[in-house]
């Protein structure tokens, strides 16, 4: 069975800080791990996704995450945060079906 | 431009009645997914379906019912069986699990 964590369901970090948002998996077989960012009444847009090779992985927006299998863990970083950056993220794991399993979500709050 | 087209976004309905929300995509992917959000849950999937003329329960599937009689549509019925229908409604399609899912713009389903 697949699941995801998300540390902290609001996170409020100040513009031009780094934002952190915190993703943990469990997987029993390697997994295709995803994050996605929603605006208020809309959907979700992917960010960037880890399937396979390089484990720091570059989105869209400047976000970037890293997937570290001894922790089991997929955090997602930006340095400089803008205030169009809030919104919600989700994390979001998924191995060999066509299923993938989202976390609750973090809400980014970006304070001027 | 390809993409997936929900309809429609907001959807206003009385207690006791079906309800049918539509999901279009022209990306030609083979795989498409019902999700339900609430505040503070996360996506939790109601149902899937790899192929045509196939489909899949996911997590919450009791009140809901899907068809899949062509690769394009992918529709969802609410019906009186749903306890507590008022939700925000995302479809999502993907070719495979590995290149990520794309979401349509969501439909907010009141019930009332």
């Known amino acids: 069975a697949q699941s995801v964590t998300q540390l902290g369901s609001h996170v409020s970090v100040s513009e031009g800080a780094l934002v952190l948002l915190r993703c943990n998996y469990s997987?029993?077989?390697?997994?295709?791990l995803f994050w996605y960012v929603q605006y208020p009444n809309q959907g979700l847009q992917l960010l960037l996704k880890y399937t396979t090779g390089a484990t720091l992985v570059k989105g869209i927006n400047g976000f970037e995450a890293e997937f570290k299998k001894s922790e089991t863990s997929f955090h997602l970083t930006k340095p400089s945060a803008h205030m169009s950056d809030a919104a919600e993220y989700f994390c979001?794991?998924?191995?060999?079906?066509?299923?993938?399993?989202f976390g609750t979500g973090t809400r980014l709050k970006v304070l001027a | 431009d390809g993409g997936i087209t929900q309809s429609p976004k907001y959807l206003f309905r009385k207690e006791g009645q079906n309800v049918t929300l539509s999901c279009e995509q022209n990306l030609n992917h083979d795989a498409m997914y019902w999700y339900r959000q609430d505040p503070g849950q996360g996506l939790r999937l109601i149902y899937y379906s790899q192929i045509v003329n196939d489909f899949q329960k996911g997590d919450i599937a009791e009140g809901y019912s899907v068809s899949r009689e062509k690769k394009e549509s992918f529709p969802l019925t609410v019906t009186s069986a749903q306890k507590n229908p008022t939700a925000f409604y995302l479809c999502?399609?993907?070719?495979?699990?590995?290149?990520?899912?794309?979401f349509g713009q969501g439909t907010r389903l009141t019930v009332v």
């Open positions: 999502a399609s993907s070719i495979e699990v590995a290149t990520a899912a794309f």
């Open positions: 997987s029993s077989v390697p997994p295709y």
């Open positions: 979001a794991v998924s191995a060999s079906t066509y299923k993938y399993i």
